[in-house]
């Protein structure tokens, strides 16, 4: 099986840069997404990282290392709305299906 | 932008009775699934289905959930005799079918709550 470990709680200050780190144990994958979720509502596809190195998508970065079992999501310019949860998510099978952390509960303070 | 619609968004429903979960997924996706949430914690994968039939299924997914892709457009889970720790939300997700991972698109949920 896999098993993926997040920190339960991050808190950071409006503008600061946060690293949220997901380090994971599994037999073989395709890659590691990410998802932020606001208050119980629909997760939202952040990144996507099947390589090693860094993905950026505007404020969001995410990065793989596969040799390490690790990965991170690197938020920027933190705005009070990218207070949420945060999930890492190993892509597995070949029908795509996706294991999740337990997410991180990023908390932006003003 | 493309949507994921989920019906109905809150469900109540007395245990041993059958409910179904709706979903709309977006209409040029190949890949659905149904994932579920208890409440605070993580979202688990049930099933995922692909070219009208189950391509892979969790523990979870036992002989009390099905799933049906009845015409074009909907897809439904159906839970044959609910307990209560059915409770959860149910997401539905669909991606496409492209050589890359473009990440799924979830509906809303459906919060079942199992009395």
């Known amino acids: 099986g896999q098993s993926l470990e997040q920190p339960s709680e991050v808190t950071a200050v409006e503008g600061a840069i946060v690293q949220i780190n997901c380090t994971y144990q599994?037999?073989?994958?395709?890659?590691l997404s990410w998802y932020q979720q606001h208050d119980g509502g629909a997760p939202t596809f952040l990144s996507y990282?099947?390589?090693?190195g860094l993905e950026e998508t505007g404020r969001f970065s995410s990065f793989l290392s596969r040799s390490d079992s690790y990965g991170y999501l690197l938020l920027q310019e933190l705005q009070m709305k990218d207070s949420a949860s945060y999930f890492c998510?190993?892509?597995?099978?070949?029908?795509?299906?996706?294991?999740f952390g337990s997410g991180t509960q990023l908390t932006v303070l003003p | 932008e493309p949507e994921v619609t989920q019906t109905p968004s809150h469900q109540v429903t007395q245990m041993g009775q059958e409910v179904i979960l709706r979903c709309v997924p977006i209409?040029?996706?190949?890949?659905f699934y149904w994932y579920r949430q208890i409440l605070g914690q993580k979202v688990e994968f049930l099933v995922s289905?692909?070219?009208?039939?189950?391509?892979?299924k969790s523990e979870i997914f036992d002989d009390q959930f099905s799933v049906e892709r009845p015409d074009g457009s909907n897809f439904t889970l159906k839970i044959r005799s609910t307990k209560l720790e059915d409770s959860a939300m149910y997401f539905c997700?669909?991606?496409?079918?492209?050589?890359?991972?473009?990440?799924?698109?979830f509906g809303s949920g459906t919060r079942l709550t199992v009395v």
């Open positions: 997700a669909s991606s496409g079918a492209g050589a890359g991972f473009e990440g799924y698109t």
């Open positions: 990282n099947a390589l090693d």
């Open positions: 998510a190993l892509r597995t099978g070949s029908a795509r299906q996706l294991t």
């Open positions: 209409s040029n996706h190949l890949y």
């Open positions: 599994t037999s073989g994958f395709y890659g």
């Open positions: 289905f692909y070219n009208n039939e189950i391509s892979e």
